[in-house]
């Protein structure tokens, strides 16, 4: 499959936010576009910092290339811009094509991580103080883009990620456009708000989609440009102008400032196994809530997120008790 990582991650790799980043092939030369390098001075492990932003192994706005390089695909407010980064030597190469080209490669640096402060992270586990040790190259990434992960976030509310990936990659195909340049076979750039407001509701359904997530997708585009406003406030202040939206909730707000703003404090409530995982990592109990959990990160405080995500990314998690939630799909109704 087209995009496919290997091995096929599973639900907690991806919220650990780490994809394999191939290298050694030689990559066929391309048409040249907008190109920036930049030396970061620590290091840099691509898979980890932009891992997060993958929505699935078959996203449309997401890619690894077998030259090692990392692809993205944009809907920037300069327009719609095709990003590829790549690590030679310790630097990082940066080229863009498109409309929005310019536009990212200005906030290159930021994209992988340099607004982040992981030294201001002090570990209290020794599961996490080795983790962090084992994944130096690990950062938070900063997008400044609030609609390309809200969408998304709110198609994973309530379901499998299987469905939620499915739906995003059925919709960014269907209506969203071919990324600019020389970007990888079916690459897309995610649709406009108006396309988004315009999709007729009966291709909401073949995707999978309930009219509830539906609706708060409609409701959130109606207002995006007053969303995408919220890149300029603290973390916490642009939770609360996410949550205004009827059907963002904190769950879902998390998850977008996570990756918009590289919030480092923005811990996810009300997931379905983060708390399980974080309590059995930190103090053997797999059936842990968001109150045992908040209280295990307490000690973070200002990192919970940063300490969530290396918790997840050390592999401690507790062992299946019952069979995978079966995939559904509402489109067959």
């Given amino acids: 499959m087209a995009g496919r990582f290997a091995p096929r991650p599973t639900r907690t790799t991806v919220r650990g936010g780490h994809v394999v980043v191939p290298g050694g092939v030689p990559r066929p030369a391309a048409a040249p576009g907008r190109t920036r390098t930049w030396t970061p001075p620590w290091p840099l492990d691509l898979g980890l910092v ?25 809907r920037t407010p300069a327009g719609p811009g095709t990003l590829r980064v790549a690590m030679r030597g310790g630097a990082v190469h940066g080229e863009a094509w498109g409309a929005g080209g310019e536009w990212l490669l200005d906030r290159l640096p930021e994209l992988l991580g340099a607004l982040d402060d992981p030294e201001a992270f002090e570990p209290r586990h020794r599961l996490v103080a080795v983790t962090r040790h084992r994944r130096p ?12 992960s809200l969408i998304p976030s709110v198609l994973e509310q309530k379901v499998t990620t299987d469905e939620a990936y499915r739906a995003w990659r059925l919709l960014v195909r269907k209506y969203g456009e071919p990324a600019p340049g020389p970007a990888p076979e079916r ?8 396309t988004w407001a315009l999709i007729p509701s009966w291709e909401w359904h073949r995707a999978g989609v309930d009219n509830k997530r539906a609706s708060t997708i409609l409701r959130a585009v109606r207002v995006a440009a007053r969303l995408e406003e919220a890149v300029s406030f603290e973390p916490a202040r642009a939770q609360a102008r996410l949550e205004l939206v009827s059907g963002v909730g904190p769950w879902t707000s998390a998850e977008v400032v996570q990756r918009s703003h590289g919030a480092a404090d923005s811990v996810t409530v009300g997931d379905l196994h983060l708390p399980g995982i974080v309590g059995y990592a930190l103090a053997g109990d797999r059936d842990a809530d968001d109150s045992v959990m908040l209280s295990l990160l307490a000690p973070y405080a200002g990192q919970r997120h940063r300490a969530a995500r290396l918790i997840l990314l050390s592999g401690r998690a507790p062992a299946r008790r019952v069979p995978k939630m079966p995939r559904g799909d509402i489109g067959r109704l």
Avoid: H, K, Y
Avoid at 59 to 64: E, K, L, Q
């Fill in 137 to 148: 190259g690990l950062r938070l990434t900063r997008t400044g883009l609030v609609l390309e």
């Fill in 50 to 74: 932009l891992g997060p932003l993958r929505r699935g192994p078959g996203d449309p706005t997401f890619r690894t290339t077998p030259d090692g390089s990392v692809w993205r695909a944009c």
């Fill in 187 to 194: 690459m897309c750039v995610m649709p406009a708000a108006r």
